[in-house]
């Protein structure tokens, strides 16, 4: 080998060193993932069209706000970073963190499924239940009155809900749809006999005059917690939501402000039962 060759395959080492340095020390470094985020000056976050009063745009501005998002502009501004929106769907979130699009999701719900490429937060940030939105005067008491091949459930695609109704109403046809919108639009044409729903959401629909909403027995609670990617380094971002989640509950900050934000609305809690609590 000549000395030039020498010289290169010398430098090819180095190199190669180096990039297994950084990489080790990438994936033994805890907090990896958020000193990337608080050296990219952003937090990237989702919002969803028709998921009112967590994600509000205003038509006019494009502007994005709900309590969803101040909620995610508080860790922003504890990050020190800017506060950046990504309009995805709740059956995109895997893919969207996959391809580095979002670095945190709130108001999900553990999703086995999703679970494969997402870290949860185990401490809720709030509880609800599950509800259907049911057509005007046709309330239900129990999942098994739904439960029959005569039924129509309409839930969307990739949430949490289509596990719910796969699992509680097995012989049920269950209409799939991309958004909240195409739901209330299939419950509207007589097309379903109800769209499963959070209660906070379903009640926020009602406001609209579509239909009436039923908490069926059994209750089902339904924790919404935070998500990140599952990635090396994700650890010390983690201990930092959870820390903040912590705080927000313990302080009373996250049910005041979901409290008012609900009442702000018009939106009447009490169909809630009493023992309730989020």
């Known amino acids: 080998m000549t000395l030039f060759g ?19 020390t990438a994936q033994d470094n805890p907090s990896a993932v958020l000193d990337s985020i608080r050296s990219s000056g952003e937090l990237k976050i989702p919002v969803m069209v028709g998921e009112e009063p967590g994600y509000i745009k205003d038509p006019a501005t494009g502007e994005w706000s709900g309590f969803y998002v101040d909620f995610l502009q508080d860790v922003a501004d504890a990050l ?4 950046t929106t990504v309009e995805t769907t709740w059956g995109n979130l895997a893919a969207d963190f996959q391809s580095n699009k979002i670095d945190v999701a709130i108001g999900v719900n ?36 739904l439960n029959t091949p005569e ?32 739901a209330i639009m299939e419950l509207q044409a007589k097309r379903a006999d109800g769209i499963l729903l959070s209660v906070f959401d379903a009640l926020q629909v009602s406001m ?9 027995e059994p209750m089902l609670r339904n924790p919404a917690t935070l998500a990140v990617a599952r990635q090396p380094g994700n650890a010390g971002f983690i201990n930092f939501l959870t820390n903040w989640v912590q705080q927000q509950r313990s302080l009373g900050l996250a049910q005041g ?22």
């Open 208 to 216: 609209k005059a579509v239909g009436d909403v039923s908490i069926p």
């Open 110 to 145: 553990p999703n086995p499924q999703r679970g494969l490429v997402v870290d949860y937060l185990w401490e809720p940030l709030f509880t609800d239940a599950w509800a259907m939105l049911t057509p005007d005067g046709a309330p239900v008491a129990t999942w098994a009155e």
């Open 257 to 278: 402000r979901l409290q008012k934000s609900w009442e702000d609305r018009g939106i009447d809690l009490s169909i809630l039962p009493s023992s309730f609590s989020f």
């Open 80 to 83: 020190g970073v800017e506060l």
């Open 151 to 182: 039924k129509t459930v309409v839930v969307q695609k990739g949430s949490t809900m289509q596990i719910v109704a796969d699992a509680l109403l097995p012989k049920a046809n269950i209409t799939v749809v991309e958004d909240r919108n195409l």
């Open 6 to 24: 020498k010289i290169l395959r010398a430098a090819a080492l180095s190199i190669g060193f180096l990039g297994a340095a950084q990489a080790t």
